[in-house]
């Protein structure tokens, strides 16, 4: 079964940064587009960003272009989310998912993702 | 406002059948990019029900089963159990201004 383990979570104040962590076990890690993806408190899920296995491309959702980096250490089987200027807006819960199939869109495996808090 | 359009919420009773819609455009479901669907049962993560617009990874009920035609998608729960209470989203991938994976707004199913 695939596990993903999201930490680097919690409470952060307007402007701020956190990065995000994430580690996976019991699958080739290095060879999985990977994408992180939020939910808001009592909202739908939405898509953040996405690596491909390499490295070599990243994709992010418009609202955090610019101020989002994500990337990965295969060696270490991690992905992480870097955040910075965040707002109130950008409070969710994140969730580290592997993404599989055509287009690498289909998103098999996800975590118990970690809760992210902007607040002053 | 999400890129694919579902019901807000859908009901039905136990052992009746529900359709959950799911409503894109020329860019994502229509320009032939698979739909699959997540079932969220509440303080849970996401899990996958439906890939490839209409398989059924192991271990998911035969009761689930999904469809997609034109810039449409369905997921159909046939014989409703109360443990199928839960929301449901679809998700595809659009490829309009730039690359992006896309979610519907989610339904919340209600078992009466």
């Known amino acids: 079964e695939v596990k993903l383990v999201e930490s680097g979570g919690g409470l952060v104040k307007p402007g701020g940064s956190l990065r995000l962590s994430c580690e996976g076990s019991?699958?080739?890690?290095?060879?999985?587009?990977m994408n992180w993806v939020r939910q808001a408190p009592g909202k739908g899920l939405q898509w953040v960003a996405c690596i491909s296995s390499g490295s070599e491309k990243t994709f992010y959702e418009d609202s955090v272009r610019g101020r989002f980096t994500i990337s990965r250490d295969n060696d270490k089987k991690a992905l992480y989310l870097e955040m910075n200027s965040l707002t109130a807006e950008d409070t969710a819960i994140y969730y580290c998912?592997?993404?599989?199939?055509?287009?690498?869109?289909?998103?098999?495996?996800w975590g118990p993702g970690t809760l992210v808090t902007v607040t002053s | 406002q999400s890129v694919l359009t579902q019901p807000p919420s859908v009901s039905g009773a136990p052992g009746q059948r529900v359709t959950i819609s799911c409503t894109g455009g020329?860019?994502?479901?229509?320009?032939?990019?698979?739909v699959h669907w997540y079932q969220q049962i509440p303080g849970t993560a996401p899990k996958l029900l439906i890939y490839?617009?209409?398989h059924r990874p192991s271990g998911v009920p035969d009761r689930f089963s999904a469809s997609k035609s034109g810039t449409s998608a369905s997921l159909v729960i046939t014989g409703l159990q109360a443990e199928d209470e839960a929301d449901y989203y679809c998700q595809s991938y659009d490829v309009g201004l730039t690359e992006s994976v896309i979610f519907g707004g989610g339904t919340k199913l209600i078992v009466l």
């Open positions: 998912v592997r993404a599989v199939g055509a287009k690498a869109s289909e998103l098999d495996s």
């Open positions: 490839e617009n209409r």
């Open positions: 019991t699958f080739m890690f290095g060879s999985f587009r």
């Open positions: 020329s860019s994502n479901i229509g320009a032939g990019y698979d």
